[in-house]
């Protein structure tokens, strides 16, 4: 009977130390302390933070688009009763379109806009509306910018004393 509780007490020590080591490790992985990265009440607060910060910045831009689909629904209404009246269309003269082709064009003049430059990487302000255009200089995030006019997904803008084409996709309208 000595040997049996003998076992019963070795077998409990084993456990109490297969516990610590056990507990020891887990601690370790995780370095939960609180107040580090690791605590689990930080890391969802940072993470419910950075949703938020995103959907929000994501809000901004569907505004942002709805009011430039608006804003786009509107030139092509007065197009399309130039169209129905027989009046001539006024494309932009000054926007460089070597084809001929002025379906795309918009002038802007009488509406004058302003936005900036929505990408971190910036954005190449270019002598024509296209990419085989020479290459003025690069605008960088949110550069304000007055908008002239539009020709295929392009934007004329007018930025600090320089005239140019910038990509449509990389403006964000300012109203």
């Not at 539009?150 to 930025?159: S, T």
């Amino acid at each position: 009977m000595g040997k049996k509780y003998l076992m019963s007490g070795v077998m409990m020590f084993a456990v109490f130390l297969l516990g610590i080591t056990m507990g020891s490790e887990v601690n370790a992985g995780g370095n939960s302390q609180p107040g580090t990265d690791y605590d689990p009440l930080v890391a969802k607060s940072y993470v419910h933070q950075e949703v938020e910060t995103r959907a929000s910045i994501l809000q901004q831009r569907i505004e942002e688009l709805q009011k430039e689909v608006a804003r786009l629904q509107g030139v092509v209404n007065r197009l399309q009763k130039q169209v129905a009246s027989g009046e001539a269309l006024t494309p932009n003269i000054n926007n460089e379109n070597t084809s001929g082709d002025t379906s795309g064009d918009t002038n802007l003049q009488n509406q004058t806009q302003s936005g900036f430059i929505n990408t971190k990487a910036g954005a190449n302000l270019r002598t024509g509306p296209g990419t085989s255009y020479h290459k003025i200089t690069t605008l960088p995030y949110y550069t304000k910018l007055r908008i002239i006019a539009a020709n295929d997904g392009w934007y004329q803008v007018e930025v600090e004393g320089k005239n140019g084409w910038v990509y449509g996709e990389l403006v964000s309208i300012s109203e």
